[in-house]
């Protein structure tokens, strides 16, 4: 009886080896960044006083301020969409050095060139960040038409697989 039990242990244990584990890679993300604007299509309306619709293409660079690897040095780019009669807002890239790639979007919530704030949530990526979520703020400043530096904080969650599964990155 006493084999039995043990054999039917190791053979529990065996097939739990073989079947994938949840986990999360999660944290605190303090990121900062400078960007500078490469396209900017402006539209003036008439309909209103000073309405304004444009888009802006930024590029930069961003780093892990806190030194840990989670976009730290990572390729960070940003198109804005701005109707100056409603909020503006559009979306963040992030392209790490082994080409994973991390999507957001934002919204401005105060501020007037140069000094803008808002909040930004992950809405997907690709590679190790495959499935990302979570959420943040932005506080921008723009040094001139053309450059700007983004510091960023906020809190990220990524679903990996452990334990009996390949990984896919």
């Known amino acids: 009886m006493r084999t039995a039990y043990l054999s039917f242990a190791i053979v529990t244990l065996m097939l739990?080896?073989?079947?994938p584990a949840a986990a999360e890679d999660s944290g605190h993300w303090h990121g900062l960044s400078v960007l500078v604007a490469t396209d900017k299509k402006v539209v003036k309306l008439e309909d209103q006083p000073n309405?304004?619709?444009?888009?802006?293409?930024y590029d930069g660079a961003v780093?892990?301020?806190?030194?840990?690897?989670f976009l730290d040095?990572?390729?960070?780019q940003v198109v804005a969409f701005t109707d100056t009669?409603?909020?503006p807002g559009g979306y963040k890239f992030f392209t790490d050095a082994d080409g994973s790639?991390?999507?957001a979007k934002y919204t401005v919530t105060e501020g007037k060139l140069p000094d803008l704030r808002g909040t930004f949530e992950f809405t997907?990526?690709?590679g190790k960040y495959e499935g990302i979520t979570g959420n943040g703020t932005f506080h921008d400043v723009?040094?001139?038409d053309k450059a700007a530096w983004d510091e960023l904080v906020g809190e990220y969650k990524i679903p990996t697989a452990v334990a009996g599964t390949a990984s896919k990155n």
């Open 63 to 69: 780093y892990n301020g806190d030194g840990k690897p």
């Open 142 to 144: 723009f040094g001139s």
């Open 85 to 87: 009669a409603i909020s």
């Open 124 to 126: 997907g990526g690709t």
């Open 101 to 103: 790639k991390v999507f």
């Open 51 to 57: 309405h304004m619709v444009y888009v802006a293409e």
């Open 16 to 19: 739990g080896a073989n079947l």
């Open 73 to 76: 040095k990572a390729r960070y």
